[in-house]
């Protein structure tokens, strides 16, 4: 038996799991319950020195192959499961030869789409579950990645701001190149809205799709979404030279969409001279990677813009005008003195019901809902004392891990939302 780790970072007690035990025959005591959506291949999950890990049984080629696919699309940023580690050559005490198994760690309050359906507690989220999709898709093949088997049982889903981020889970069938043809995203397309249609038909028969719905229109909404956001980061324009104010406007637009990096060219063309404005997008995250950098929290996209926010007000109004204080300053005593008092404020057994910074939006808008009834500003311990106990505690566990303690879960509220 070979195994291969990503890090030594990982916990030793992954080595003793029981690797000769057929994956379906594994004990109960050590596996976690967790939803998870359909799956070609038998997979479970465990939890080892307090981190959950996914564990799927396929083939040896196909286990290494994904494994190098996962680690190659996270070093370009792409949102994926993060692959740990592979185990190939495995054989049963008696030397019957088993397939190989390859280790994922758990997305933390990350859902499958039948899990978020079966709730029935989100408005528009069709919609949200839509945009996720085309969004990580346009991701992909950015990154020069043909999925060939895009669809939402593929996929998991976690809180971005109210809004839905996808992450990829399965690569088995993915193929990387240095930039795809129109033809491959095409194919992939196609791909997806037949695969998608199907899943929503499937929901529908369960009577977990909203009736008046129709799967194959939503499934050529997916396309419609991709390719009006895939024009916006690529498609290329020509300005006359009295037209600046569109490249502003344009680069606007990019970073609403959470996309950097534009290339402006000066060209001549036979009606005189013209400026062409090319997207070259080269990763996304700019609000991620800007709160990461002046407090140290990890979350999705919409979070951190919406947490980035927060933040620009408490400059506004805790700073005095005429006073220079710097970013990384403000920075500090706004996650002391307004963020983590919220945080602290969650209940040991709520904290399993959303991600820190998801309640911390929720608080924010269920406060700006307060203060528009009473007519002033109620504050934020008002907000968040009325927020736990009349919307939060009632709200599922989104954390989803059976089982977990107390103390586990103020592990989870720590500032990383791996």
């Given at each position: 038996?070979?195994m291969?780790f990503?890090?030594?970072?990982?916990?030793a007690e992954?080595?003793a799991?029981?690797?000769?035990?057929?994956?379906?025959e594994?004990p109960p005591?050590?596996l976690?319950?967790?939803?998870?959506?359909?799956?070609?291949?038998v997979?479970?999950f465990?939890?080892?020195?307090?981190?959950?890990?996914?564990?799927?049984?396929?083939?040896?080629?196909a286990?290494?192959?994904?494994?190098?696919?996962?680690?190659?699309?996270?070093?370009?940023e792409?949102?994926?499961?993060k692959?740990r580690?592979?185990?190939?050559?495995?054989?049963?005490?008696?030397?019957?030869?088993?397939?190989?198994?390859?280790?994922?760690?758990?997305?933390?309050f990350?859902?499958?789409?039948r899990?978020?359906?079966?709730?029935?507690l989100?408005?528009?989220?069709?919609?949200?579950?839509?945009?996720?999709?085309?969004?990580?898709?346009?991701?992909?093949?950015?990154?020069?990645f043909?999925?060939n088997?895009?669809s939402?049982?593929?996929?998991?889903?976690?809180?971005?701001a109210?809004a839905?981020?996808?992450?990829?889970?399965?690569?088995e069938?993915?193929e990387l190149?240095?930039?795809?043809s129109?033809?491959?995203r095409?194919?992939?397309?196609e791909?997806a809205?037949?695969n998608?249609?199907?899943?929503?038909?499937?929901?529908?028969?369960a009577?977990?799709?909203?009736e008046g719905?129709?799967?194959a229109?939503i499934?050529?909404d997916?396309?419609?979404?991709?390719?009006?956001?895939?024009?916006?980061?690529?498609?290329e324009e020509?300005l006359?030279?009295?037209?600046?104010?569109?490249?502003?406007?344009?680069?606007?637009?990019?970073?609403?969409?959470?996309?950097?990096?534009t290339?402006?060219?000066?060209?001549?063309?036979?009606?005189?001279?013209?400026l062409r404005?090319?997207?070259?997008?080269v990763?996304?995250?700019?609000?991620?990677?800007?709160?990461y950098?002046?407090?140290?929290?990890?979350?999705?996209?919409?979070?951190?813009?919406?947490?980035?926010?927060d933040?620009?007000?408490?400059?506004?109004?805790a700073?005095?005008?005429?006073v220079?204080?710097?970013?990384?300053t403000?920075?500090?005593?706004?996650?002391?003195?307004?963020f983590?008092?919220?945080?602290?404020?969650i209940?040991p057994?709520?904290?399993?019901?959303?991600?820190?910074?998801?309640?911390?939006?929720?608080?924010?808008e269920?406060?700006?809902?307060?203060s528009?009834a009473?007519?002033?500003?109620?504050?934020?311990?008002?907000?968040?004392?009325?927020?736990?106990?009349?919307v939060?505690?009632?709200?599922p566990?989104?954390?989803?891990?059976?089982g977990t303690d107390?103390e586990?879960l103020t592990?989870?509220?720590?500032?990383?939302?791996?």
């Amino acid at each position: 038996m070979r195994m291969q780790f990503a890090s030594t970072a990982d916990p030793a007690e992954l080595l003793a799991l029981p690797w000769s035990t057929p994956l379906a025959e594994w004990p109960p005591e050590r596996l976690v319950s967790l939803p998870r959506g359909i799956s070609r291949h038998v997979v479970r999950f465990v939890r080892v020195s307090g981190t959950v890990y996914a564990i799927k049984e396929l083939p040896r080629a196909a286990a290494e192959r994904e494994y190098r696919m996962l680690r190659e699309l996270a070093k370009r940023e792409v949102p994926v499961v993060k692959a740990r580690g592979v185990v190939v050559d495995r054989t049963t005490d008696d030397g019957r030869p088993l397939d190989a198994a390859l280790i994922t760690k758990h997305l933390r309050f990350s859902l499958p789409y039948r899990a978020l359906f079966s709730r029935r507690l989100e408005p528009d989220l069709v919609g949200k579950l839509l945009d996720a999709l085309a969004q990580l898709l346009v991701r992909l093949h950015l990154a020069g990645f043909a999925w060939n088997d895009c669809s939402i049982s593929n996929t998991l889903f976690r809180r971005d701001a109210g809004a839905l981020a996808a992450y990829l889970v399965d690569a088995e069938t993915g193929e990387l190149h240095d930039r795809l043809s129109d033809g491959q995203r095409a194919h992939d397309l196609e791909i997806a809205s037949v695969n998608i249609a199907g899943e929503l038909y499937d929901l529908a028969a369960a009577g977990m799709l909203d009736e008046g719905l129709d799967p194959a229109d939503i499934a050529d909404d997916v396309v419609e979404r991709y390719q009006m956001l895939w024009g916006e980061l690529t498609r290329e324009e020509i300005l006359g030279t009295d037209e600046w104010w569109r490249i502003e406007q344009r680069l606007q637009r990019l970073s609403s969409l959470g996309f950097d990096a534009t290339e402006i060219q000066i060209v001549d063309e036979p009606d005189g001279r013209k400026l062409r404005f090319q997207t070259q997008v080269v990763e996304a995250g700019h609000h991620q990677r800007r709160l990461y950098q002046l407090t140290g929290l990890k979350v999705e996209e919409n979070q951190a813009r919406r947490l980035l926010q927060d933040l620009d007000t408490y400059r506004a109004t805790a700073v005095l005008p005429g006073v220079e204080v710097d970013e990384e300053t403000v920075a500090r005593h706004w996650l002391t003195d307004v963020f983590e008092p919220v945080i602290e404020q969650i209940p040991p057994e709520l904290r399993g019901k959303l991600e820190p910074a998801e309640i911390f939006h929720e608080v924010l808008e269920h406060r700006w809902f307060m203060s528009e009834a009473a007519g002033h500003d109620v504050g934020m311990d008002a907000a968040t004392r009325s927020y736990v106990e009349n919307v939060l505690r009632f709200r599922p566990d989104e954390q989803a891990v059976l089982g977990t303690d107390a103390e586990e879960l103020t592990t989870v509220f720590g500032r990383s939302s791996d």
